[in-house]
């Protein structure tokens, strides 16, 4: 609606992309990772779990990039879209739901899945991206934008705080999680403000094949993870929400400032925030059994 009404023009829009991509995520991620509690028993069998998961998918999706590009005639920054569409998760509404259902214990557990998860998935993606959209062939160019890109930035100063023992003192904190709790609003806007409904239909194969890859393969390879790690009980549930939770809101801000195809972003953000109500119970339903 707002993106309808005369009220912000376009240049404001993308001074809004601008801001969350370079200042509130970055806040919210160095908030999140430099207050993660890491020392948790089992920790190295939950996040071997979790990394499977992540590296299993990331390698599958790749894998089909060739047969994707010749059959379906799938453009490279499409193929990042789905990239980030099947591989990236909404954390915070994964927190907020652990939060609800196992109270501190699960939220430390997501605290150190976020603490595993960020840094690589930021990584991967950014990689993608950079060779894909951004046609950075040489190693040289790669690394050059990984080394300036601001959530790359983000999530090594925050895990490095973390690992430090330095940590976030009381009012640096307070003011990283003022400015990182705009983030998911602002955010939020941004993706409406790019939503373009008709696209769904256009893009109909890529955006039913990143929802089912996201919010059904993702949880797959969480328990076959499980399975190999021998993780059960509450750490399991949380590890498979985080797995069955639609992709972050974010990956459209940095389809945006990467040249991936951020309306084909938008919508596949939306259709699983849309099917995942239906998923995400399910999903929580057979990981308590």
């Known amino acids: 609606m707002l993106k309808c009404s005369s009220l912000f023009s376009d240049e404001s829009w993308s001074g809004f992309e601008n801001l969350c991509y370079f200042v509130l995520f970055p806040a919210l991620l160095i908030k999140t990772l430099a207050t993660a509690k890491l020392g948790t028993t089992e920790m190295a069998l939950f996040s071997g779990m979790v990394l499977f998961a992540i590296f299993a998918m990331s390698g599958l999706v790749l894998l089909l990039y060739p047969l994707l590009s010749k059959q379906f005639n799938v453009t490279a920054a499409e193929f990042t879209s789905l990239f980030q569409g099947t591989t990236r998760w909404h954390g915070f509404i994964a927190l907020s739901i652990v939060g609800l259902l196992f109270g501190d214990e699960g939220v430390a557990y997501m605290a150190i899945t976020m603490a595993v998860i960020i840094p690589p998935l930021n990584i991967i993606n950014v990689s993608v991206l950079a060779k894909f959209a951004n046609r950075e062939s040489s190693l040289r160019g790669l690394l050059n934008n990984l080394i300036r890109n601001p959530f790359i930035i983000s999530c090594i100063t925050g895990t490095a705080l973390n690992l430090s023992g330095i940590g976030l003192p009381e009012p640096t904190y307070t003011v990283f999680n003022i400015v990182g709790g705009g983030a998911l609003g602002l955010g939020l806007l941004t993706v409406g403000a790019g939503l373009r409904f008709g696209l769904v239909l256009d893009h109909r194969f890529l955006v039913s094949s990143g929802a089912a890859m996201r919010l059904l ?34 990956s459209y801000i940095l389809a945006r400032q990467m040249g991936g195809d951020a309306p084909l972003m938008a919508n596949l953000i939306t259709v699983q925030v849309l099917l995942s109500t239906v998923t995400l119970p399910v999903m929580i339903w057979l990981a308590g059994l």
């Open 217 to 250: 393969g993702m949880p797959l390879l969480m328990f076959i993870g499980a399975w190999l790690f021998d993780i059960e009980g509450m750490p399991r549930t949380v590890a498979i929400i985080a797995a069955a939770v639609p992709t972050a809101a974010s």
